[in-house]
């Protein structure tokens, strides 16, 4: 046998270890008590722990939930709690999250920048733990270690610190948020039971589970909603990514319903005519 057939195994799979090791890990569900559903493409699919996310996956939990908690390969945790909806990695520069609605707590390792976005703010933080409680009613961030930024993201907009053990409440509308040196009674009350016990990290002992993702169907009108009347920097997206969806009577009837709420949809539900051919000129 030649010396190069002799190596080439060796070579081989010095290669294929290098393209492993190159591979980026995804993040994990890594706790989940209760249900809880996944948003990918157009698709339901069942929340498993050992389920490996995508960037863009859309996380839905019910009234019943208790806990999911999300870990990154880098020690950065995102936990859910009940009634919540939330996208990873959202197609916002520096968010690790998007909260819509619900309950979030993001814990982020120390020297690690990252942002939690919420309707039309930003909450960064390089490390600590923060909580946030998005609801219609308003919006409430717990800076409970290390401290927080809550800003506007829109370019030049208003920025608010937060300290360790300060709580940022921002009424709906634009109301200038008050900020008290410890969190309300009414916060303490309301948070997720999970969300006040230290967990400790599972991404090394779930990671090799390799959980096949469950379809459960395609994602309905109903569920898509929220994000269809987003704010414009996420609602671009869904065109591409739903657009297929479009086709079903049920969906297209939601569509045009609320087009006023998302009119990047009108030329998918009512494209324009073609241009007509242009006649020969004549000579």
């Excluded at 008590?33 to 069942?46: K, Q």
């Excluded at 002992?205 to 920097?233: C, I, M, N």
Aim: charged share 20%.
């Amino acid at each position: 046998m030649s010396p190069i057939r002799r190596l080439l195994p060796s070579v081989l799979l010095i290669a294929a270890c290098g393209l492993a090791a190159a591979a980026p890990r995804a993040a994990l569900v890594t706790v989940l008590d209760g249900d809880a559903t996944v948003l990918r493409d157009d698709g339901r699919l069942a929340a498993a722990e050992g389920l490996a996310l995508l960037p863009g996956d859309i996380l839905v939990t019910s009234a019943g939930t208790r806990l999911v908690r999300i870990e990154f390969p880098d020690g950065l945790a995102l936990a859910l709690g009940p009634d919540t909806q939330a996208m990873l990695q959202p197609p916002l520069p520096g968010e690790a999250a998007y909260l819509l609605a619900g309950w979030a707590k993001l814990n982020v390792p120390g020297g690690r920048a990252t942002a939690l976005g919420v309707p039309g703010l930003e909450i960064a933080t390089s490390g600590g733990a923060t909580v946030v409680d998005q609801k219609a009613d308003g919006l409430r961030v717990f800076a409970e270690a290390g401290g927080a930024q809550v800003r506007a993201r829109s370019a030049g907009g208003a920025a608010q610190a937060l300290g360790v053990g300060e709580m940022l409440s921002a009424a709906p509308g634009g109301a200038k948020p008050e900020v008290s040196a410890r969190p309300t009674p009414a916060l303490v009350q309301a948070m997720p039971r999970a969300f006040m016990d230290s967990l400790p990290a599972r991404y090394a002992a779930v990671a090799g589970k390799d959980v096949a993702a469950t379809r459960q169907g395609p994602v309905a009108y109903a569920s898509a909603q929220p994000w269809l009347d987003a704010e414009p920097a996420l609602r671009k997206a869904f065109v591409k990514r739903w657009q297929a969806l479009a086709r079903d009577p049920d969906f297209r009837r939601g569509l045009v319903a609320g087009l006023k709420a998302h009119p990047e949809w009108e030329p998918v539900l009512f494209p324009p005519p073609p241009h007509p051919a242009s006649a020969p000129a004549k000579h």
